[in-house]
T-cell receptor, first 113, second 112 residues
Framework: GENVEQHPSTLSVQEGDSAVIKCTYSDSASNYFPWYKQELGKRPQLIIDIRSNVGEKKDQRIAVTLNKTAKHFSLHITETQPEDSAVYFC????????????FGSGTRLSIRP | DAGVIQSPRHEVTEMGQEVTLRCKPISGHNSLFWYRQTMMRGLELLIYFNNNVPIDDSGMPEDRFSAKMPNASFSTLKIQPSEPRDSAVYFCASHTSGNTIYFGEGSWLTVV
């Protein structure tokens, strides 16, 4: 079955700097890769996703890249702000009607003022 | 739409008691997932349903856990008997094919 590995488990960056979180997946059939942000005490919420027919997607300060050959994808946050502090999860899915979504182990991002 | 609705939001129970968690998925979504979240193990997929049919329950920890989805708008996750190590946040989530998975607010379970 699918296995998703996520690194690093914790990340601390200076406010204004960039943060990068990386994930790898095992199932070559996976074709949908969402990223979720979870603030303390709240539910995970989608922040950006990418499908296998594109290599990069950007939404304001966040971007995701996908390398299907290497089976890895990354989240990039630029100009980090205090409200970016949260736990971030990557996930992979085969994007079919009966597919399951497997999450990485999460990255706790802290933004230093 | 009100989103994925879970109940109870918080439950404290004694070891050995039965716990039932409930979930109402978003109307029109045909897949429903139960996840468990702990500090040690992160977000674990316990079981998921497609069109009310259990597809994969390989994540269910042991026979004490069971889940049902009697219709498209309701699912339960039951733990009987509960143990302290079951303490966690249990999330229900739903989606339709090819679309975003939406989480409920979670059920915070403490077994003492």
């Amino acid at each position: 079955g699918e296995n998703v590995e996520q690194h690093p488990s914790t990340l601390s960056v200076q406010e204004g700097d960039s943060a990068v979180i990386k994930c790898t997946y095992s199932d070559s059939a996976s074709n949908y890769f969402p990223w979720y942000k979870q603030e303390l005490g709240k539910r995970p919420q989608l922040i950006i996703d990418i499908r296998s027919n594109v290599g990069e997607k950007k939404d304001q300060r966040i971007a995701v890249t996908l390398n299907k050959t290497a089976k890895h994808f990354s989240l990039h946050i630029t100009e980090t702000q205090p409200e970016d502090s949260a736990v971030y999860f990557c996930a992979a899915s085969t994007h079919s009607s009966a597919s399951k979504i497997i999450f990485g182990s999460g990255t706790r991002l802290s933004i230093r003022p | 739409d009100a989103g994925v609705i879970q109940s109870p939001r918080h439950e404290v129970t004694e070891m050995g008691q039965e716990v039932t968690l409930r979930c109402k998925p978003i109307s029109g979504h045909n897949s429903l997932f139960w996840y468990r979240q702990t500090m040690m193990r992160g977000l674990e997929l316990l079981i998921y349903f497609n069109n009310n049919v259990p597809i994969d329950d390989s994540g269910m920890p042991e026979d004490r856990f069971s889940a049902k989805m009697p219709n498209a708008s309701f699912s339960t996750l039951k733990i009987q008997p509960s143990e302290p190590r079951d303490s966690a946040v249990y999330f229900c989530a739903s989606h339709t094919s090819g679309n975003t998975i939406y989480f409920g607010e979670g059920s915070w379970l403490t077994v003492v």
